[in-house]
């Protein structure tokens, strides 16, 4: 009889990093959902706390972007973090941050009588020495929360997709990162839409789902627009039980090094001065019915990009000279992380476009202005023809990125995206069918859809693996930028163009108000037509960075060390 090798550790419980993947999408898709989700209901929180919308609409504004600036910034600097101290403990901060942040905003009491509302009420009583308004702590409290809910949810998406990384073998990661990419994507486009959907369910059967709720038992009061920050908590519970169940068995990761404060710094304030510059609009708000309510360029906007500069260039100094740099300046020597990145920067800008065009044109064409719910419903609808199909062309990205490389997957992709805009150059009208507008929003989005994979997973292979965070932040950085910067140059290219048209169609001639306001609609159509054709050209463009990027394993990739191929064994499944 044969006796057992005592001496053998015992076989180590491994992971399937598809259920991890599972988990962590969870979080993302909240997070980013939650970007965009309060501008469907801001009018409605700015009511509610009885303040008068023409006195408070501009800090109320930072309801949105004050979430916008806090979520760039915490994936720039997290993703290194992780890095330095494990990706589980950073999760599960990130995590926690979210949770504490959803509660502050969902437990705001307009009265400012108890709770963390009473708590600022006293506190500004005491530092002003007069009694403030209710309404306006109470606005104050939600700016808070929504700050510490993006600075743990912009952290989630770095942090998942550098631990995605880890999860999955060089060669197989392209899929899973491209679809964590298309959920933190998918996730703030639906947000307005879900945010207008899900208020509209509560104002119309109230009294229904109290009756329900109080029925299990629960004194819950009536469901409003904090419901919706409420129901956040038990989705991140979730994912946090869930991944840390999934991980359990895994030794988390810690890489040597020191954290780079003073280079956090100067990004974080470069970062900060171009995005509060560039206008911090990245929302697409179903409302929005002309160029003007995009944003634009603020009138500080000189100033505060002269600062992002003079930041930006203290940081490459930094960078260059200290032991442990924020971001190692060498890895954009490796082809395919610089090639991705720009390719990334392209993505971005081109899906702007696509997401402005469809409000604006739905706008200005609603028959009854009155009638501005059908509006939101059809802009929510042919939006969806292009975010759904970029989600789901992810996955085959994914398979293409394995087999025929990155270059190749994302060419085939921008060239796809580039058909689709030149078609709406083509046909766009204020006319335009709106299964013609749906087909041409499909090409669009796979086209776009197809480029996530291997751009993240380029980026990811050519980073070393102590460095893997601080790649994965750079991923949604790069895209966030060309967004921003798209909104903004769409903004004073169209405004302007569209001004000349009017001029050149209506001179000085007294016009009827209603044939004015047909003209008007039809030449805004026109104008985005002609974005169309811009589009497109950025598209072409972004083949160029996009023929640079090398198959998985080809060019200057992240030498696979021994502590890499370690580690991917702890947290491959033994039948993946």
């Known amino acids: 009889m044969t006796q057992p090798n005592l001496a053998q550790p015992p076989r180590t419980r491994r992971v399937n990093p598809w259920v991890v993947l599972a988990f962590v999408s969870i979080p993302v898709f909240v997070g980013s959902l939650d970007l965009t989700i309060v501008s469907a209901f801001l009018p409605e929180i700015i009511v509610n706390l009885g303040l008068p919308i023409e006195t408070v609409?501009?800090?109320?504004?930072?309801?949105?972007?004050?979430?916008?600036?806090?979520?760039?910034?915490?994936?720039?600097?997290?993703?290194?973090?992780?890095?330095?101290?494990?990706?589980?403990?950073?999760?599960?901060?990130?995590?926690?941050?979210?949770?504490?942040?959803?509660?502050?905003?969902?437990?705001?009491?307009?009265?400012?009588?108890?709770?963390?509302?009473?708590?600022l009420y006293d506190l500004q009583f005491r530092i002003q020495g007069v009694r403030p308004d209710p309404g306006e702590v109470a606005l104050t409290q939600i700016i808070i929360g929504r700050v510490i809910q993006a600075l743990g949810g912009g952290a989630i998406v770095p942090v998942s997709l550098a631990l995605v990384g880890d999860l999955f073998p060089a060669q197989r990661r392209a899929q899973p990162l491209g679809m964590v990419g298309a959920i933190d994507t998918l996730g703030w486009v639906l947000g307005h839409l879900y945010g207008g959907i899900m208020v509209a369910v509560f104002a119309r059967y109230s009294a229904e789902i109290t009756t329900f709720v109080r029925g299990l038992g629960l004194d819950w009061p009536p469901p409003d627009w904090r419901t919706l920050f409420w129901i956040n908590i038990p989705l991140s519970v979730v994912a946090l039980v869930g991944t840390w169940w999934a991980l359990r068995n895994v030794k988390q990761q810690?890489?040597?090094?020191?954290?780079?404060?003073?280079?956090?710094?100067?990004?974080?304030?470069?970062?900060?001065?171009v995005v509060i510059g560039l206008g911090a609009n990245i929302e697409i708000a179903a409302g929005t019915s002309s160029f003007e309510e995009l944003g634009g360029l603020p009138p500080y906007a000189g100033p505060a990009l002269l600062a992002g500069l003079i930041m930006f260039l203290a940081f490459i100094v930094v960078e260059s000279r200290v032991r442990d740099p924020l971001y190692d300046l060498r890895l954009f020597r490796r082809r395919?992380?610089?090639?991705?990145?720009?390719t990334n920067f392209f993505v971005g800008f081109c899906l702007?476009?696509?997401?402005?065009?469809?409000?604006i044109l739905i706008n200005v064409r609603v028959a009854d202005p009155s009638d501005l719910s059908g509006a939101a419903l059809q802009v929510g609808i042919?939006?969806?023809?292009?975010?759904?199909?970029?989600?789901?062309?992810?996955?085959?990205?994914?398979?293409?990125?394995?087999?025929?490389?990155?270059?190749?997957?994302?060419?085939?992709?921008?060239?796809?995206?580039?058909?689709?805009?030149?078609?709406?150059?083509?046909?766009l009208t204020i006319d335009v069918s709106d299964a013609l507008l749906a087909a041409e929003m499909v090409l669009i989005g796979i086209g776009l859809g197809l480029t996530f994979s291997p751009i993240s997973a380029a980026v990811i292979n050519a980073a070393d693996p102590d460095k893997r965070g601080g790649a994965s932040a750079l991923v949604i950085i790069m895209r966030m930028f060309g967004m921003t910067l798209s909104v903004a140059l769409m903004t004073a290219i169209a405004s302007q163009r569209l001004a000349v048209l009017a001029a050149a169609e209506l001179g000085t001639t007294v016009v009827d108000p209603f044939a004015a306001i047909d003209v008007y609609a039809r030449l805004t159509a026109q104008v985005l037509a002609e974005l169309g054709l811009l589009g497109a050209i950025v598209c072409l463009a972004g083949l160029i960075p996009a023929m640079l990027l090398q198959r998985p394993g080809g060019g200057r990739e992240a030498p696979v060390t021994a502590a890499d191929t370690a580690e991917r064994r702890a947290y491959t499944s033994s039948g993946d």
């Open 352 to 359: 702007m476009i696509g997401l402005v065009s469809v409000p």
């Open 254 to 273: 810690r890489q040597q090094g020191r954290f780079d404060f003073l280079g956090t710094a100067l990004i974080v304030g470069a970062i900060s001065a």
């Open 57 to 119: 609409l501009d800090d109320a504004a930072w309801v949105v972007s004050g979430y916008l600036l806090a979520y760039t910034v915490s994936m720039t600097f997290m993703g290194r973090v992780s890095d330095l101290t494990g990706r589980q403990l950073v999760y599960v901060i990130c995590l926690i941050l979210f949770i504490i942040g959803s509660v502050i905003v969902a437990s705001v009491d307009p009265d400012a009588r108890v709770g963390f509302t009473r708590l």
């Open 382 to 427: 042919l939006l969806s023809a292009l975010t759904v199909p970029m989600a789901l062309a992810a996955v085959p990205g994914g398979w293409l990125s394995q087999r025929i490389g990155y270059a190749r997957t994302a060419f085939a992709g921008l060239a796809l995206a580039s058909v689709g805009f030149v078609l709406i150059w083509q046909t």
């Open 336 to 342: 395919n992380l610089t090639a991705g990145l720009v």
